[in-house]
């Protein structure tokens, strides 16, 4: 992997490849809604993973012509997989890749920049490939606007591990409050950034099982061992608070509360 990636904090097994499509799924109309590509557009996707988000750009703005790139060799084979000729996926760093300045109209970005120990120079090396008057979308959570009821200790000591290991091992999981600032500092334009708030309660039964369940306790199960090894929480404690937020997803009391933010950005006269 390349030297500007550091390990992306929830590994490439199975499990969290299916994570990221089951979460993808979710939080479609929330993600993808707005996002309007014209005919004939040539867009890249950079950090396109398993393709969870590709199917999506591909389905919303069905007359464009997308270019999918990823690091990570198994996470393409999974995307290929899974749109089949629908995109071109090149494996390449999205730090070098191999295409001329101003070649795209639309770049989309999500859940990338948080991995990355310089989101700022990402910004700058993608925007190059911008023709004039073309947009970057990124998309990031912040893992630092979640609460949730009931909210036991152990739940928070767990939910603060991921915080605490996203920061030692991967970038910055606090990036969504970010996106302005990266944006605007990449010199973009008439930057523009939405909060996309995901709530769950017990009357949206489809949104704590896709959303609380299997996409932030998928999403802690996968960080298990690596907490425990950096001696971040004790097991008992780690276990407990896992259990708290699966019961949180099933009571009838629980809400879970978290805010994805999007940022678009114009660049070029
Ligand atoms: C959390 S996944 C998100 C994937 C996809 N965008 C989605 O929303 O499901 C982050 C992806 O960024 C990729 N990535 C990280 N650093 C990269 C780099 N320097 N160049 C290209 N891809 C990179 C990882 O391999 C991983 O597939």
């Keep these: 992997m390349a030297a500007k990636t550091l390990q992306y904090v929830h590994g490439h097994a199975p499990e969290e490849l299916d994570r990221l499509m089951g979460s993808a799924d979710t939080l479609r109309e929330l993600l993808h809604g707005d996002i309007e590509y014209h005919t004939g557009a040539l867009v890249l996707e950079a950090g396109c993973g398993v393709g969870a988000q ?53 770049i989309f970005v999500c859940f990338v920049l948080e991995h990355l120990p310089d989101p700022l ?67 973009a334009t008439a930057v523009r950034v939405t909060p996309l708030p995901v709530y769950c309660d017990p009357s949206r039964p489809a949104m704590m099982e896709g959303f609380a369940d299997k996409t932030i306790v998928g999403m802690l199960n996968g960080i298990e061992e690596q907490v425990i090894a950096r001696k971040m929480i ?10 708290d937020l699966i019961n949180l997803s099933k009571s009838q009391d629980g809400t879970f509360m978290y805010t994805f933010f999007r940022a678009v950005g114009l660049y070029g006269p």
């Design 54 to 106: 590709t199917r999506f750009l591909l389905e919303h703005c069905p007359g464009i012509t997308l270019v999918s790139v990823d690091v990570v060799r198994e996470a393409l084979s999974r995307a290929r997989a899974a749109i089949g000729r629908g995109a071109h996926f090149l494996q390449s760093d999205l730090y070098q890749l191999p295409f001329a300045p101003g070649a795209f109209d639309h």
């Design 121 to 187: 120079g990402a910004l700058n090396t993608l925007k190059l490939l911008l023709k004039p008057g073309g947009t970057l979308t990124v998309i990031e959570g912040d893992h630092g606007s979640a609460f949730f009821y009931p909210e036991t200790p152990e739940a928070l000591a767990a939910w603060r591990c991921l915080q605490r290991l996203q920061l030692q091992t991967s970038g910055d999981g606090h990036i969504g409050r970010r996106l302005f600032a990266l944006m605007r500092d990449s010199g």
């Design 234 to 243: 004790p097991r008992e404690t780690w276990r407990k608070g896992l259990q």
